[in-house]
């Protein structure tokens, strides 16, 4: 039997300033057989919660040659429910065990009276709820003894009582807690075609000094008769209108790490490689352009 790569000849290390893909169950096997030339690996946390079993097994043995970050999905930390402190239990031991260089969540809520939703749901844009966001990602960030990213959500109706723009509310909440962005540009895209604002506006919104992470998507156009609306599906490549637009994020924040996200309709892995070759080019020029 051939002895697995201890994770401390790796250990925690940087993510470049390179194009990494989600990890995905479908892809474990192709992964450890080709070690495609990607800069970094991005799994979804609560789906290595378990304790032992196959999906730890092939994390630790991919985790060995690639820098790795967690992305959560289910803490709600939006919510008003009380935060759920077996989730960071299990989310800290899970960081303790694989030293990811990056941990992010969303800026949303997916819970109320202890019910689960299947979405990522928006916050309303208030005092109130950037006060309340405040307070949690501060006990979110003490429970883990380190400062996460959050995500900006892609959004589909807008509340009435919002009276903050979303970046503005993104750009306080990094600042006043010490948090990171992780800015997904395909949901930029589609909440601006959605609610009808300039994506660049949003693009120059947010400081250089907070994103530390950008992720690329896929969506789908649902039309209807009284016009379409954009949904952020993460099954298709990415838009030549988010190319645009990622090239102008690389432009203002730099080179900075950026993930091929594909959750649905998995294609084969090269084609998830191929897209993020397509990332390290605009990448590699903005290098160039610095050199």
């Known amino acids: ?25 479908e892809h474990y096997d192709a992964v ?19 304790a032992g079993g196959k999906p730890l097994d092939y994390l630790e043995r991919i985790r060995a040659h690639y820098p790795l970050s967690l992305h959560g999905v289910g803490l709600s930390i939006g919510s008003t429910d009380p935060l759920d402190h077996r989730h960071l239990a299990k989310l800290k031991h899970l960081i303790r065990q694989f030293e990811p260089a990056l941990v992010s969540e969303h800026l949303s809520w997916g819970s109320a009276g202890g019910r689960y939703l299947n979405d990522l749901l928006p916050l309303p844009y208030t005092k109130e709820a950037l006060y309340h966001m405040v307070a949690r990602v501060a006990r979110v960030q003490d429970r883990l003894a380190r400062p996460i990213l959050l995500e900006n959500p892609s959004s589909y109706l ?12 993104l750009a306080e909440l990094a600042n006043r807690t ?7 540009v395909n949901n930029v895209y589609v909440s601006a075609r959605n609610h009808g604002f300039d994506p660049s506006a949003y693009l120059r919104a947010i400081p250089r000094h907070v994103v530390r ?19 952020d599906t993460h099954n298709r490549p990415v838009w030549p209108a988010v190319w645009t ?3 102008q994020a690389v432009q203002r924040f730099g080179p900075i790490p950026t993930l091929i996200e594909w959750d649905t309709d998995l294609p084969e892995l090269a084609v998830l490689v191929d897209e993020a070759r397509r990332a390290d080019a605009i990448l590699e020029e903005s290098h160039a352009q610095a050199a």
């Open 1 to 25: 039997m051939t002895a697995r790569p201890a994770l401390s000849r790796l250990g925690p290390g940087p993510i470049p300033a390179r194009a990494g893909i989600g990890l995905r169950a």
């Open 32 to 50: 450890l057989e080709t070690r495609p030339p990607v800069g970094w690996l991005e799994v979804h946390s609560e789906n290595y919660f378990g």
């Open 158 to 169: 807008q509340y009435v009582e919002s009276a903050i723009p979303e970046w503005e509310f």
């Open 178 to 184: 010490g948090c990171g962005v992780l800015l997904d």
């Open 213 to 231: 992470e950008i992720h690329l998507a896929g969506f789908t156009v649902n039309r209807f008769d009284d016009g379409e609306l954009l949904v």
């Open 245 to 247: 637009l990622y090239r």
